[in-house]
DNA sequence: ATTTGCTATAACCTAAGGTTATGGCTGACG
DNA sequence: CGTCAGCCATAACCTTAGGTTATAGCAAAT
């Protein structure tokens, strides 16, 4: 939605009308309809019925609107504020996380970086790929750790360890329990489908699309543990990070590795233009230790 | 100030650089570097002060922005709303909940779900008591089912069931492996703090300030299943709603019930002036019988 | 001295948003 | 019933905010 559909659309719905909102803009009322008219096709649907030549809002109209109002009462005050930035404190590490890393991964680094660093406070922060971008440059966290971010403006990023999708699944769909299995060999069975899941979903759906399989996925989750957990119900087999996995096995689900692999890589994300603390780096390179060197 | 004003100076004070904040646009660096000059010429005073051929932003820029931010938000909501208001649901239950609830309860209750309702497709979305508004909203979700959530404008709640938050304790921390244990024994043990929690964590705040008891927190995350797995690694004794201490039992740790009892109410909201689709409701009755009548 | 990165300006282009003119529909009024 | 006022939609044409590429100047790093 264009700010001109928005300025256009909030002075017909307070007026009452395309001539009353032309009047109210300071244009002519075949403007305002044009403006109208393509903020409609742009949208999908509806914003006004025409009963009689006249606008009716739409229930959609209506939803939007209340959202649309406080645009503009938020622009009434735009210049009656200051800004306090936060403060980052010493002594402070603030982590993004991809949720996965949260089962094994950053609770043993946790646990040995205590050791020899008792008076460092630790932050944890899960979020998804989409979110760390805001995060980093609202100073909300030092570094994120996510799977195979997309490039992001002003940020630098490090590669921690590689990692693959593994499947889950429950021990009856595969009697045998294979702990290799191919792609095709899930076409027959439920899938529990990962959504809006970025890279990795990306990494799985190219991989379906080059070996034209189908997967049937009614079940979609955004989270993959609850992916797993889904699975150990029977519901079907998922495909999500081993990470997650093996920090998820319980009695009756199994994992195997997929062959060909599909791999991604764990990084380190951080402001390019604001240089890691300390005690923010030893913990990165303590992460780089452990992901590199399992026990 | 027009709309595309305040976008181009948001981009350039969060990025940083007229160069990033146009690769952040997708326009040219000309274009912004235009933009900024009309809206400084438009306000009457410069945004920001060229300082060797870079852009710092002014004090004026400084407080302009806490509320050009909002406003940018809030256009970013608007846009939200209109793509989510296109999409055409049939059949779909979109549900926002606690993360909590992914190990078990959610789980079981697709997996019965599913057997009298094969054909409805299920979107789960983890998220925080702070977020949920928002989502509701913006139409990307059809209910919540969160912890004590604070009354919100325009939404209704139901309470599910009652929980209450347990300890979760590394078996060597309380040899005796106790099932209920108060609050006070907690003392002399490092606690893993949870943060910005919201209603749990000031339901433990409060008895802890009322019984005056001091905690020790220098590891504090904001995700509970996390501080579960941290308690397994021995890192200390964390207080978590009973859900995830359940759905997060392992080796060497234990959980104990508190006396007297933290309880919660588990709740659903949804938006009041839009009522719940006939496969939505369904869904919430199943929840409501499951968490009342557990197996 | 050269390279890199950033900003500002010139010259030109594009399309969103603007105009006037006009037709169709509906309800009020005499 | 005819006329008028008010509203919306479309046609034909116009304007300019915002876009592009090219390029110059400056400062810091190498």
Redesign the pocket.
Do not use: E, Y
């Given at each position: 939605m264009?700010?001109?559909?928005i300025e256009?659309f909030h002075a017909?719905y307070v007026t009452?009308?395309?001539?009353?909102?032309?009047n109210f803009?300071?244009?002519?009322?075949?403007?305002?309809?044009?403006?109208?008219?393509?903020?409609e096709m742009q949208l999908g649907f509806a914003l006004?019925q025409?009963i009689?030549?006249?606008?009716v809002p739409t229930a959609e109209a209506q939803m939007l609107f209340s959202e649309i109002d406080k645009v503009y009462k938020q622009i009434r005050s735009v210049r009656n504020s200051a800004i306090n930035l936060k403060k980052v404190k010493t002594g402070n590490i603030n982590i993004g996380l991809t949720p996965a890393l949260g089962f094994d991964l950053i609770p043993t680094a946790v646990a040995q970086y205590k050791i020899d660093n008792p008076q460092v406070n630790i932050n944890l922060q899960t979020m998804h790929n989409d979110e760390v971008h805001q995060a980093l440059l609202e100073h909300k966290i030092d570094f994120a750790l996510m799977f195979s971010p997309p490039p992001l403006s002003?940020v630098e990023m490090q590669t921690i360890c590689e990692s693959q999708l593994v499947m889950m699944y429950p021990n009856e769909f595969y009697p045998q329990q294979p702990s290799t299995i191919s792609l095709e060999d899930i076409a027959g069975h439920q899938v529990i489908g990962i959504w809006d899941s970025g890279p990795l979903g990306d990494l799985l759906w190219n991989r379906l699309s080059e070996d034209d399989i189908e997967v049937n996925a009614d079940i979609k989750v955004q989270t993959y543990f609850i992916a797993a957990r889904l699975a150990a119900q029977g519901m079907g087999v998922c495909i999500i990070d081993e990470f997650t996995a093996r920090g998820n096995l319980s009695h009756g689900i199994s994992i195997a590795e997929i062959a060909p692999a599909l791999k991604f890589n764990l990084k380190a994300l951080h402001l390019d233009n604001k240089s890691l603390s300390h005690v923010a780096s030893d913990f990165l390179n303590l992460i780089n230790k452990l992901a590199n060197n399992p026990m």
């Open positions: 264009r700010l001109r559909h256009v017909i009452g009308s395309i001539t009353n909102a032309a803009l300071h244009v002519s009322q075949p403007s305002v309809s044009k403006v109208l008219a393509h903020a006004f025409r009689k030549g006249r606008l002003g």
